[in-house]
């Protein structure tokens, strides 16, 4: 059964980056985009970008542009989310997500992973 | 960017029909997929590309698009359905995924 297991959380001063870890096991790693989304507590679903693990090619939404780096290693099949420059706003749980069925652009997220929670705090 | 709204709650009895829209302008050009996620759990897909349930989802969970809304129907509610649940699309001009507001289903 596929599933994302995510590293552990986080408590991180102001200023400081993140970088939260994501190993995807049971399926084809490069046939499945993976997406960033965090939450904020008390808060909705924020998207934060999208990386294509067979080539490595990612996409980022303007708000985080500059900021954020998603990468990859495909030899252990993990993926990796980097936030730099951190603020109290950005004290959230982070998610990976998998897409359903492939690399498909507008596919529903089929699997997430269980979370990890970043503190942000002087 | 492409907006889309739900409504911050909806309330309904054990036994009746949810109904949770998510409006966006011409939305129903777009494929909509719906999440639910309970307290301190990760999101779970329930409905994709308008009216599709993912494997081990119930039948009691259904979905529509049309115009300017989508739509979830939850029928048959029961206890262990209470939860927010937030619609999602994709723009292909922006490339961008978004998600709706959410909406918290408070069986009563």
């Known amino acids: 059964q596929v599933q994302l297991v995510q590293s552990g959380a986080e408590v991180k001063k102001p200023g400081a980056s993140v970088k939260v870890s994501c190993k995807a096991s049971g399926d084809t790693f490069s046939e499945y985009y993976i997406n960033w989304v965090r939450q904020a507590p008390g808060q909705g679903l924020e998207w934060m970008g999208r990386i294509n693990p067979n080539s490595g090619d990612t996409n980022y939404p303007q708000k985080f542009q500059g900021r954020v780096t998603m990468s990859r290693d495909t030899f252990i099949t993990t993926t990796y989310m980097e936030l730099r420059g951190l603020t109290s706003d950005d004290t959230a749980v982070y998610y990976c997500?998998?897409?359903?069925?492939?690399?498909?652009?507008?596919?529903?997220?089929?699997?997430w992973g269980q979370g990890t929670m970043v503190t942000v705090s002087s | 960017s492409y907006v889309v709204t739900q409504p911050p709650s909806v309330s309904v009895a054990p036994g009746q029909t949810a109904t949770i829209t998510c409006g966006g302008n011409?939305?129903?050009?777009?494929?909509v997929h719906w999440n639910q996620q309970k307290p301190g759990q990760a999101p779970v897909l329930v409905v994709y590309?308008?009216?599709d349930r993912p494997s081990g989802i119930p039948e009691r969970f259904s979905g529509s698009n049309s115009g300017n809304t989508a739509t979830l129907t939850i029928s048959r509610v029961e206890a262990g359905d209470e939860a927010d649940y937030y619609c999602q699309v994709y723009t292909s001009e922006t490339d961008h995924v978004g998600f709706g507001g959410g909406t918290k289903l408070t069986v009563l």
């Open positions: 011409n939305i129903g050009r777009k494929s």
């Open positions: 997500a998998k897409t359903l069925r492939g690399d498909y652009l507008d596919d529903a997220f089929g699997i």
């Open positions: 590309d308008d009216d």
